[in-house]
């Protein structure tokens, strides 16, 4: 099978600023995508260079071996060009440079001063980032905001495993290896149908991963960073999600039957049975306090009693906001079930946890999607339409930092309108007959 080229490779001469003398430059072009390799420190006049035969005039000792030099670079590239068409790489004119300078480094030769004196040194710069490189250096400045406590953790993990799913894509199209900086618009889409299809998530998941994709690439390219010249994704338009949030919730009946529900009563194994009794207590106490798993099970919270009311506070572990609510009775109760000491409230991890609710939910007739997620949603939708708590109120309840996110918790029912807009005879009494 024949290799029928798509590259070009040009010398060009760039004049200094003296106009006396320049330097030979060389340029690749793969598919329309141009890239400077850089000087080839061949230094000669105006005069001296032939841009048509692409070599230097004359017959002289030192124009002969000038011109065998630039034999030697274009040899060079042209090899690189067939190495990586017979590695079967995805070839961009930016992978071509890689290659042609040592990989993805660059040496370069600077001067520092050393107790008064100024020597040289042979520096090596990184030239060529692949996305997995710069996400590795983005996790790390990540990481390092973490310990000045201006993220959470929570939020780290959240995109570690974005990055993952992002790999597994590069990966199966075989483009892990490239320079981030040639990752096109048209990839970006290919992501999405990867995680749209390929691991059927819900195209809000989806959403998040391109807007993370794009801001590690804006990140990299920071002119205080500068890891690539420019985010290649920069214009690329992210449509926002139009499908209506999921805020699936227990209604008030359900949640009830829930609370009253023996699980002793099934006749299972009593460790089976001790294990649902726990997970049911630890859902229903996240029903009436709105926490997240990660709150909940970090015990950073406390409860204090007040004139007989029970009142918990904490900090939200992935914005900082603080929280606070009043136990009502079911809360309670669970509350002194375990000695009204925090550390016996039942916690595992969330995976165990969804697990035992989804069997939870088939025992108990609850929805077959029951989640931790369900319970903070629950808390939302009791405040906001049973309890008529204004939205403000509901959101600072739930430890956001505005009223913008609560759309993904819950969303007015009738009931609560119904109790709002109750009559226009409330405003104006009508008159007496």
Known sequence: MFNISQMSLLFWYRKKKDGKSGTIQARVTYKG?????????????????????????????????????LKRISDRIWDIERSLHDEGLDITAALIKSRCMDHDVIREQVQIQVKGKTITKTVTRRLVFTFSDLADLHLE?????????????????????????????????????LPASSITEKQADTLMDFLLEGRVFKYSHVEKHLKHLRAVLKWAANDSRKYIKRNPLAGYVIEADDEDPDTTHLTHEQLQRLIDFDFFAL???????????????????????????????????????EKGEYWLQGRRGKTKKPFFVKLLEPAVAIYKKYGSDLTKLPSKSNQRRNDHLKIIAAHVGLPPGLSTKISRKTFADMA???????????????????????????????????????????IHPPKAA
């Not at 406590?149 to 483009?175: C, F, H, P, R």
């Not at 996240?286 to 015990?299: E, I, L, R, V």
């Open 384 to 426: 906001l339409n049973e309890l008529m708590v204004p939205i403000e109120d509901v959101a600072q309840l739930l430890g956001l930092t505005t009223t913008k996110r609560l759309r993904h918790y819950v969303r007015p029912r009738r009931n609560r309108i119904r109790n709002l807009l109750t009559s226009w005879h409330d």
């Open 33 to 69: 995508e141009r890239e400077e390799i850089g000087s080839t420190h061949i230094t000669c006049t105006p005069e001296q260079w032939d841009r048509t035969a692409q070599h230097i005039t004359g017959s002289s000792v030192w124009a002969k071996e000038q011109n065998m030099r």
């Open 267 to 305: 006749g299972l194994p009593e460790k089976s049975a001790i294990a649902l009794d726990r997970e049911r207590d630890s859902f229903v106490f996240n029903c009436f306090t709105g926490m997240h798993h990660a709150d909940y099970t970090s015990k950073k919270y406390t409860i204090e009693e």
């Open 141 to 177: 400045a990540q990481r390092a905001r973490v310990a000045r406590g201006k993220l959470s953790q929570a939020t780290v993990d959240i995109q570690e495993n974005y990055v993952k799913n992002i790999t597994d894509w590069l990966k199966s199209i075989k483009k892990d290896q």
